[in-house]
């Protein structure tokens, strides 16, 4: 559900300055096709898997909403984790994880999200993503779920949406703390004026019937019953601010937090592997 990059600076500055001129004339247009550019993961960036990684997994697809979703399953003895990654990923970016995991005995299951990796589609927003793993966790027993960035919005959505399906534990890495501060960055790297922004706002609300600000993970975490949180973030995150893992962790009460510096948004480190690995551990003896 949020927008990271578009090409070069000058594409950037063109994309902004026609929306901003569009918003002039037409606001309701200029917010269609904001939103529309805001919700498109770029083709490139989608296929790029590691293909002797997800050839170690069993492959299969579930179809939701006319889309086929591709999922990856290693299954092994013992507990199932599910792994959602974020935006302009796929299920590749698990690597490093997956085969701790799969050292220590834990079954894994990851999608990738529609409009990403080997999954058809051609937009994506996190309540989107929630359905399709619903759909997974409906079908598998993942008592672990592990979320990064825009896949922890759309695990923090599900459990707060369907409560029966809430996992035993929750780890959100990198995530945004709502759709307001995606907003912000997304008017930020283009330089949308105020009226193009409001005008994408509109959008939303005519799409979702909601305002964007209800689009707030740490409301949903506060009612939410996972008794296992663990928030993972750095203090150098410019897509997710940190002040939003200060936020949710304040407004969850069962959950821990661990703060990074210099790992940015990916949080791609044996640090972080190691210490979700010593989570998922404690107490399952």
């Not at 964007?212 to 949903?220: E, I, Q, T």
């Amino acid at each position: 559900m949020f927008f990271k990059k578009v090409g070069s600076d000058w594409i950037k500055e063109g994309v902004g300055l026609t929306l901003n001129t569009l918003a002039l004339a037409s606001p309701k247009w200029a917010g269609q096709w904001a939103w529309s550019i805001f919700s498109r993961p770029r083709t490139a960036k989608r296929l790029e898997h590691d293909q002797a990684f997800i050839g170690s997994a069993e492959t299969h697809r579930l179809s939701w909403n006319r889309l086929s979703v591709r999922y990856y399953l290693w299954p092994a003895d013992g507990p199932l984790v599910l792994l959602a990654h974020g935006w302009e990923s796929n299920a590749s970016r698990w690597k490093p994880l997956v085969t701790v995991l799969r050292e220590a005995g834990y079954a894994v299951l990851a999608p990738d999200a529609p409009a990403h990796g080997a999954s058809e589609g051609v937009y994506f927003n996190a309540a989107m993503y929630a359905e399709v793993l619903k759909e997974l966790v409906q079908r598998y027993t993942a008592d672990s779920w592990i979320g990064h960035s825009a896949g922890g919005m759309a695990a923090i959505y599900l459990a707060y949406k369907y409560p029966q399906l809430t996992p035993d534990r929750l780890a959100l890495l990198g995530v945004p703390a709502d759709l307001e501060s995606l907003l912000t960055y997304y008017q930020r790297t283009l330089g949308l004026s105020q009226r193009t922004l409001d005008a994408m706002k509109a959008q939303f609300r005519a799409t979702f019937q909601t305002e964007a600000s209800d689009f707030s993970m740490p409301r949903f975490l506060e009612q939410i019953s996972t008794p296992n949180g663990l928030i993972l973030h750095d203090y150098d995150d410019d897509i997710a601010p940190v002040a939003g893992a200060l936020d949710m962790h304040a407004c969850w009460k069962t959950s821990s937090l661990v703060l990074t510096h210099g790992l940015g948004h990916s949080l791609k480190d044996d640090s972080v592997t190691r210490r979700i690995l010593d989570w998922l551990a404690e107490g399952s003896g």
